[in-house]
């Protein structure tokens, strides 16, 4: 069974963000945009329906390799999926393993262990 996606938050910021925000509108999806205190007047913060800020007024980029505060942020705000964008988040198994855990959709690549 699959599930919808209904609320996406986009755990990234910059032009990254803007185009995966501006495609999940086209989606007719509803987004969330997480921002640093550094990036509070970003357009990325503004492109978003729902916005927060993670982190701590002195950490400028931490928060964005942050898991737990960005899962707990979209179970406070009840996302159905996490999108990482580019580098930050994207091919870090642990954070898609924790997406599942927590019963979010992760989106992007299956990423898989190798084994030797």
């Given at each position: 069974?699959t599930?919808?996606i209904?609320?996406?938050l986009?755990?990234?910021?910059?032009?990254?963000?803007?185009?995966?925000l501006?495609a999940?509108?086209e989606?007719k999806?509803?987004?969330v945009?997480?921002?640093?205190?550094?990036?509070?007047?970003?357009?990325?913060?503004y492109k978003?329906?729902e916005?927060?800020q993670?982190?701590?007024?002195?950490?400028?980029?931490?928060?964005?390799?942050d898991i737990?505060?960005?899962?707990?942020t979209?179970?406070?705000h009840?996302?159905d999926?996490?999108?990482?964008?580019y580098?930050?988040?994207?091919?870090n198994?642990r954070?898609?393993?924790?997406c599942?855990?927590?019963?979010?959709?992760?989106?992007?690549?299956?990423l898989k262990?190798?084994?030797v």
């Amino acid at each position: 069974m699959t599930r919808s996606i209904k609320k996406l938050l986009v755990a990234n910021r910059g032009e990254i963000a803007i185009r995966i925000l501006r495609a999940a509108a086209e989606l007719k999806l509803c987004t969330v945009s997480i921002y640093t205190y550094e990036d509070r007047f970003s357009p990325h913060r503004y492109k978003a329906d729902e916005a927060y800020q993670i982190g701590k007024d002195d950490e400028p980029l931490k928060p964005y390799l942050d898991i737990e505060a960005i899962i707990e942020t979209a179970k406070r705000h009840h996302v159905d999926a996490i999108h990482p964008g580019y580098g930050f988040l994207s091919e870090n198994v642990r954070f898609a393993q924790r997406c599942r855990e927590e019963g979010i959709i992760f989106v992007g690549r299956p990423l898989k262990r190798c084994s030797v």
